[in-house]
């Protein structure tokens, strides 16, 4: 059974820091693995997708990256803005859609 | 495109009780699914659809059932609710492989 863990749980900085939020994943045989954002009260919106094929996505401040053989993908914020602050959850597809969530870190940027 | 629509917001009910969750997408995507968020957990996935009229089980089917009728429209019912089923409950829609999400259904079972 795939099982997804995200480190640190929760994590507070300072304006303009760069940060590496963490995941890991112990079935390497994934479609993809996904990172989203959930805003409190709100549902999760979609940030970087990666292939299994891939290694690593970029959409403006945010890279992702994929170690499958590893079981580890890392999401990079550079530069953080108070805007920023959100819990980031990381997805692992193993069959197609079937997603299988991280606990989730929450971040704090502080102005 | 409204996206994905989930009604109610907030519910509350006795144990015992039964209600539906509506969830409805206007994007003509084929896969739709339920998922719960309990604090500390992440999201579970309960049940998931590939297309109208075939449904399946997720990693914590037990308590609920869905129906496909539609290709717009996958709701959750819950025949007798348990406060177990206290959580967050968020439809989500795709066609490739990114997932749109609903803002949510708060459960409240007393």
């Known amino acids: 059974k795939q099982e997804v863990t995200q480190i640190p749980a929760a994590l507070s900085v300072p304006e303009g820091e760069n940060l590496v939020l963490n995941c890991s994943f112990t079935?390497?045989?994934?479609?993809?693995l996904q990172w989203f954002r959930q805003d409190p009260g709100k549902g999760l919106t979609s940030l970087l997708l990666?292939?299994?094929?891939?290694r690593e996505q970029t959409s403006g401040r945010l890279n992702a990256s994929l170690d499958k053989s590893s079981g580890r993908s890392t999401l990079y914020i550079a530069a953080s803005q108070p805007g920023d602050s959100a819990t980031y959850l990381c997805?692992?597809?193993?069959?197609?859609?079937?997603?299988?969530f991280g606990g989730g870190t929450r971040l704090m940027v502080k102005p | 495109n409204a996206g994905v629509t989930q009604t109610p917001k907030f519910q509350v009910l006795k144990t015992g009780q039964s209600m539906t969750l509506q969830c409805a997408q206007d994007?003509?995507?084929?896969?739709m699914s339920w998922y719960r968020q309990d604090p500390g957990m992440g999201l579970r996935l309960i049940h998931y659809?590939?297309?109208?009229?075939?449904?399946d089980q997720g990693e914590v089917p037990n308590g609920y059932n869905v129906s496909r009728s539609t290709t717009e429209d996958f709701p959750l019912r819950l025949l007798s609710a348990a406060p177990s089923q206290t959580s967050v409950y968020f439809c989500?829609?795709?066609?490739?492989?990114?997932?749109?999400f609903g803002p949510g259904t708060r459960l409240l079972v007393l």
């Open positions: 990666i292939q299994s094929s891939q």
């Open positions: 997805a692992v597809d193993n069959a197609g859609n079937m997603l299988t």
């Open positions: 989500a829609s795709s066609m490739g492989e990114t997932q749109y």
């Open positions: 994007m003509n995507h084929e896969y």
């Open positions: 659809s590939v297309g109208a009229g075939i449904t």
């Open positions: 079935d390497s045989a994934i479609y993809n």
